[in-house]
């Protein structure tokens, strides 16, 4: 057998075995279709090691062979930062800043015209005379209220007096049962129409008479 008819026996493991001018995919338990050209002489080690794998597994290969070569060196970062006896303790972190809170700007205040001012303080000065008479007029008619209340009651009184005289002078003027005193007139015409009179000085109804001539006697007939 010359050497472009000699096929490698290939082995239980799945790889890239010579057949003949090429490679064939070993799937361990029977030849691929998938072939490749066999390694020249100056074809590096690392193009020899990417030949070894199919080609429709080595997008997967080359992800695994990342993804190992990240969590090592991960790994390491970790490990020097957790074993290192000097590492300085790390910062805390920054206190963020709150924002200053914007002052509301005051709202001006509308002027007022001198006109209108003048006018509020006018009224203000009325309004202040005219609660200063309400007052005086309440002062006053309680002053009235008071003294109208002891007016009427002095009146009362003056009645009361007046008719207290009154029966009193009745009294007087009554003749006297058992005295035989005459009825007292107003004039001396009167009592002579009702056949009284006349009296004398020291008579009891002389003194309710008019002595016009000083005779000392009244109501001559």
């Known amino acids: 057998m010359s050497d472009s008819d000699a096929v490698d026996r290939p082995s239980p493991t799945p790889g890239w075995y010579r057949q003949g001018a090429v490679l064939r995919w070993w799937d361990g338990t029977r030849w691929s279709?998938?072939?490749r050209?066999?390694?020249t002489e100056g074809q590096p080690a690392a193009a020899l090691a990417d030949a070894s794998a199919p080609p429709r597994k080595r997008r997967t290969v080359l992800a695994y062979?990342?993804?190992?070569?990240?969590a090592f060196i991960f790994g390491v970062a970790v490990g020097g930062v957790d074993s290192g006896p000097d590492q300085e303790t790390a910062a805390p972190a920054a206190t963020p800043t709150p924002?200053?809170?914007?002052?509301p700007?005051?709202?001006?205040?509308?002027?007022v015209p001198p006109q209108i001012a003048t006018l509020k303080s006018t009224l203000a000065a009325k309004e202040k005379q005219l609660d200063q008479r309400e007052t005086a007029l309440e002062t006053k008619e309680s002053t009235l209220g008071t003294r109208a209340a002891k007016l009427k009651n002095r009146l009362?009184?003056?009645?009361a007096r007046e008719k207290a005289v009154e029966?009193?002078?009745?009294?007087?003027?009554s003749p006297d049962a058992g005295g035989g005193m005459d009825p007292i007139f107003d004039t001396c015409g009167e009592a002579n129409d009702n056949g009284y009179g006349p009296y004398s000085s020291g008579e009891p109804e002389y003194p309710h008479y008019d002595d016009r001539d000083n005779d000392g006697v009244v109501c001559e007939t």
Do not use: F
């Open 105 to 111: 700007t005051p709202t001006p205040s509308p002027t």
């Open 99 to 103: 924002s200053p809170t914007p002052t």
């Open 156 to 159: 009362a009184d003056v009645k």
């Open 33 to 35: 279709d998938a072939t």
């Open 37 to 39: 050209p066999l390694p």
């Open 167 to 173: 029966e009193a002078e009745d009294s007087q003027d």
């Open 65 to 70: 062979i990342a993804v190992a070569v990240v």
